[in-house]
Nanobody, 124 residues
Framework: QVQLVESGGGLVQDGGSLRLSCAASGRTFSSYTMGWFRQAPGKRREFVSSIAWSGGNTYYADSVKGRFTISRDNAKNTVYLQMNSLKPEDMALYYC?????????????????WGQGTQVTVSS
């Protein structure tokens, strides 16, 4: 069992930056693929980024590529999402997720554990 708690969301102006964190419980954090997803009101939950257990492989949605950076610190059981050049269309509830699969995926069905989400609001 893994429990995930996101933090770092908030209100930021168009073009601003935020750093999201996701703290995981459990001693097997380093064996999980981790992902970030987001969901805006009235829309489906969508993939943002994922990172392999080692941190060596990272993946991004086209919409955030070049602006967002995912990273992890296995010693701290934490995964991060650095978000730069934020746009109003990035506004959503951001979720952290953990997958037992060794291969990072963009599909929500491949993730076994989810956090409660942290809200990101971007004002134009």
């Amino acid at each position: 069992q893994v429990q995930l708690v996101e933090s770092g969301g908030g209100l930021v102006q168009d073009g601003g930056s935020l750093r999201l964190s996701c703290a995981a419980s459990g001693r097997t954090f380093s064996s999980y693929t981790m992902g970030w997803f987001r969901q805006a009101p009235g829309k489906r939950r969508e993939f943002v980024s994922s990172i392999a257990w080692s941190g060596g492989n990272t993946y991004y949605a086209d919409s955030v590529k070049g602006r967002f950076t995912i990273s992890r610190d296995n010693a701290k059981n934490t995964v991060y999402l650095q978000m730069n050049s934020l746009k109003p269309e990035d506004m959503a509830l951001y979720y952290c997720a953990a997958s037992r699969s060794l291969v990072p995926s963009s599909q929500t069905s491949r993730y076994d554990y989810w956090g409660q989400g942290t809200q990101v609001t971007v004002s134009s």
